[in-house]
């Protein structure tokens, strides 16, 4: 057996087996059914959630694990360390970790669902979600994204960008997700002098029907870096409330923030 027959046999690829780009693609499969609400799952779940035969399931788990991507837990299976070293290299991973402990507490206090959120290509991406347990329409998804002009937090982050930033998002088409969202250039603008005014910005429904979002950015040295939002529902009231918790959140978070990783995150958000 020569170098490549033994590499192949050791992966679980012999004779006959799948190819690499399908059995990747499966790899992927498994991966993507862990969250962070989901940490620890069983072999059962894991088929139900990636759609995969039990067989292929196990035969692509046992390959996870072998190279350290997956762990055997006492009730299932977890994401291996392996996988959290690969995931300490960008820069949002180092915010998300510093501002947990804060959006943490802010959820204790608040009970309304949080996010933190961080601006790309004219697109609030989130990095977090802490759901309330009473109320929660908000359509935001760990990993996903959504217009910022559309977001309280996006808005957040728009008004203390750079004018460039602010008119590459303005000269793209806007999306209307409902029939409060603000489309025009001119208005959004407006918004943003008033957000740069107060320090917060406010959507009532112009993400989702229902619900209302308080945001304030995070800033180091006056750009934003990210910022956080509480979501509510838009009957409950103004939010106002909710304004002073969220600045001293998005304060501490700008402390915590390791050396380096601020500018590393302005860098790649211009």
Request: charged share 20%; aromatic share 4%; net charge positive.
């Amino acid at each position: 057996m020569d170098m490549t027959d033994r590499s192949t046999a050791k992966a679980g690829l012999g004779a006959g087996a799948e190819p690499a780009p399908s059995v990747l693609w499966k790899a992927f499969r498994v991966l993507e059914v862990f969250s962070h609400s989901r940490r620890v799952l069983t072999l059962a779940q894991i088929v139900r959630r990636s759609g995969l035969p039990k067989s292929t399931a196990h035969r692509v788990l046992a390959m996870l694990v072998e190279v350290g991507a997956v762990e055997q837990h006492s009730d299932g299976y977890r994401m291996g360390l392996r996988m959290f070293s690969f995931g300490t290299l960008p820069p949002e991973v180092a915010l998300r970790d510093a501002a947990l402990v804060h959006l943490e507490e802010l959820h204790r206090v608040t009970g309304q669902t949080l996010h933190l959120a961080i601006l790309r290509d004219g697109h609030a991406v989130y990095l977090e979600k802490l759901r309330s347990r009473r109320y929660d329409r908000s359509p935001a998804l760990v990993g996903g994204r959504l217009p910022a002009h559309c977001t309280a937090i996006g808005k957040a982050m728009l008004a203390h960008s750079t004018e460039h930033t602010v008119a590459e998002v303005l000269a793209a088409p806007l999306e209307r997700r409902t029939t409060h969202s603000l489309t025009s250039p001119a208005l959004i603008r407006r918004h943003l002098t008033t957000i740069r005014t107060v320090g917060y910005a406010v959507d009532r429904e112009e993400a989702v029907d229902g619900m209302a979002c308080v945001a304030v950015p995070v800033l180091v040295d006056g750009r934003p870096v990210a910022a956080v939002s509480v979501g509510f529902a838009a009957a409950a009231g103004s939010g106002t409330v909710l304004i002073d918790p969220l600045r001293r959140t998005a304060a501490a978070i700008s402390r915590s923030l390791p050396a380096g990783s601020a500018g590393r995150l302005i860098a790649t958000g211009r």
